[in-house]
């Protein structure tokens, strides 16, 4: 079982350069969210996506931009790229946007930029 | 203002016996929490929930205890083993919403054969 997979695993960019983070899930879930962890903080959601077609603003959504692609695939762009935005991403899905519905994480990308 | 708290970072114990990993949240609005594992170089997984209406889920070694009066919740494991060494992370969610998910920093958890 995949489950929630996230490309690439690492990155190292230049200020100043775009990238496009891909997720993709295959357990026909409705919603998908984008996380950034930094050292010895929790998780901060950046945007997420309650069903197909929608997508909203989390905690921390400043110079980043996301796209639904469909029902299984939820990607993040970095437009230009910022040293502070060096960290490590983690994609989710939930069956929906219920609190009780436990997220699914994929494994990450580990983001560096210099 | 940080509203889940995790106020130790580590916490090393033997194998075999118990571990208990505490939370505290100061929004009284929160009404499901969530621990979650995380392993180097791994996503979190979903370990253990409860939610508000209840004061204790438990599942195999692992159960979580609410306290709403003190807004504190426990999570035990027991009995600990050297596979449970990971970091937990403590989640809380209010609304019924899952994108209002807020996150601890973690506690590293370190179980010693």
């Known amino acids: 079982n995949a489950g929630v997979t996230q490309t690439p695993k690492f990155q190292v960019l230049k200020t100043g350069q775009s990238m496009t983070l891909q997720c993709a899930q295959d357990?026909?879930?409705?919603?998908m969210y984008w996380y950034r962890q930094d050292p010895g903080m929790g998780l901060r959601l950046i945007y997420y996506s309650a069903s197909e077609g929608t997508t909203d603003k989390g905690e921390v959504p400043n110079g980043y931009n996301v796209s639904r692609l469909n029902k299984r695939e939820f990607s993040l762009r970095l437009e230009s790229a910022a040293p502070s935005q060096t960290s490590v991403y983690f994609c989710?899905?939930?069956?929906?946007?219920?609190?009780?519905?436990?997220?699914?994480f994929g494994d990450g990308t580990r983001l560096s930029i210099l | 203002d940080q509203q889940v708290k995790q106020n130790s970072p580590s916490l090393s114990v033997q194998e075999g016996r118990i571990s208990i990993l505490n939370c505290d949240y100061t929004?009284?609005?929160?009404?499901?929490f969530l621990w979650y594992k995380k392993y180097p170089a791994e996503g979190p997984t979903f370990l253990i929930s409860?939610?508000?209406?209840?004061d204790k889920n438990e599942d195999g070694r692992f159960t979580v205890f609410l306290n709403k009066s003190a807004k504190h919740l426990s999570l035990h494991i027991v009995p600990s083993q050297p596979g449970d060494s990971a970091v937990y992370f403590c989640?809380?969610?209010?609304?019924?919403?899952?994108?209002?998910?807020?996150f601890g920093k973690g506690t590293l958890l370190t179980v010693n054969p």
């Open positions: 989710a899905s939930s069956a929906g946007p219920d609190g009780s519905e436990a997220q699914h």
């Open positions: 989640a809380a969610n209010s609304g019924g919403s899952n994108y209002k998910l807020t």
């Open positions: 357990m026909n879930h409705n919603s």
């Open positions: 929004n009284s609005m929160f009404d499901y």
């Open positions: 409860i939610s508000s209406i209840k």
